[in-house]
């Protein structure tokens, strides 16, 4: 039986950074953002260090690490510089992702089945490293048993297709979360998650955490990110309390 916990919620500060790089400047800081999502209830700052460096860049991550007073969740490619990289750094989890540098935001999961070989040494070392290893993928059988297989201790669901109001992908997400419970996988989940769409998902207890950022600084435009992030707790915790 699923015991119900407290589900987490990481803000992906990345967009605070294209905003800063619009102009080349320093303002907006990831790390004012980071720092701000910290007092207003946020469990922990996600940041994708792209190969481009679109967004967040090397020095953004080192202050994240340094400064802040929250698991830092890095986002990247399995590629040897991304690994020197977080093997320098040691955030306190990566999140393996799939990159195309062409696509103006992550289009889907890892094809881990495909993958897997060349996956399992980024598995181990970061591992190894003391750094909890995160695979992204779509909520597909196949890809949660190849992520089993590489012993990564978390998956997270790609809930963009969800977001998008695409038919039979809550039923795929919540059939893959039960998998992944039986084969001891911990799960979170995100992308295009919202006001409007992040009930049902969190009232899915076997997912432990939701890492959102696009809508959050979208939104914080409006009512500031502090009151943005507030809200979306309140709305995952009522769902988490009492269901959708």
Known sequence: MTIVQKLRLGVNIDHVATIRNARGGVHPSPLRAAQLASDAGA???????REDR???KDRDIEELKMEVNLPLNLEMAATPEMLKIALKTKPHAVCLVPERREEVTTEGGLDVSRLKDELKRYVEELSAAGIRVSLFINADAKQVEAAAELKAPVIEFHTGAYAHGEKGEYE????SSTQAEELNLECHAGHGLNYGN????????????LNIGHFLIGEAVFAGLDMAIIEMRVLMDKARKFGA
Not at 198 to 209: F, G, L, M, N, T
């Open 43 to 49: 469990d922990g700052i996600t940041a994708h260090l």
């Open 54 to 56: 679109r967004h967040i």
């Open 172 to 175: 795929k997400i919540l059939c």
């Open 198 to 209: 992040v009930s049902k998902i969190a009232a899915i207890p076997i997912i432990r955490e």
